[in-house]
């Protein structure tokens, strides 16, 4: 078992095109022993948003503040904060923070996946 301080880890850009004021810390991957998932903290600036693109692992996100949209193909769902978003395996999507404040979420793929680095 581990504690992680995520003062610890420094964000880093999402450096994947099509992305816009996005930042990611990788809190837990296969470093630290995780044989199965990862769990990543992004922050999207006001305006911002993670790539467009689609994997072929679902994610499960926690909406830790902020507010924003799951854009799709032809779909766009609200979120805010306290809700949980289920995206599953192929689907295309990206984050979009919509509001005034930083978006943060929790996002858990399985581990050694390059998404949105």
Do not use: Y
């Amino acid at each position: 078992m581990k504690v992680i301080p995520s003062s610890s880890i420094a964000f880093q850009p999402v450096t994947t095109e099509g992305a816009c004021g996005a930042f990611i810390k990788e809190l837990i991957t296969d470093r630290d022993g995780a044989p199965t998932f990862a769990m990543r903290l992004f922050e999207i600036a006001p305006g911002g948003n993670t790539p467009l693109h689609q994997h072929p692992w679902e994610h499960e996100v926690f909406i830790l503040s902020g507010q924003g949209e799951l854009r799709g193909q032809n779909e766009s769902h609200p979120f805010r904060e306290g809700d949980a978003v289920f995206v599953p395996p192929d689907e295309l999507h990206t984050f979009v923070n919509t509001g005034e404040q930083p978006l943060r979420l929790l996002c858990m793929i399985p581990v050694q996946q390059p998404c949105c680095r």
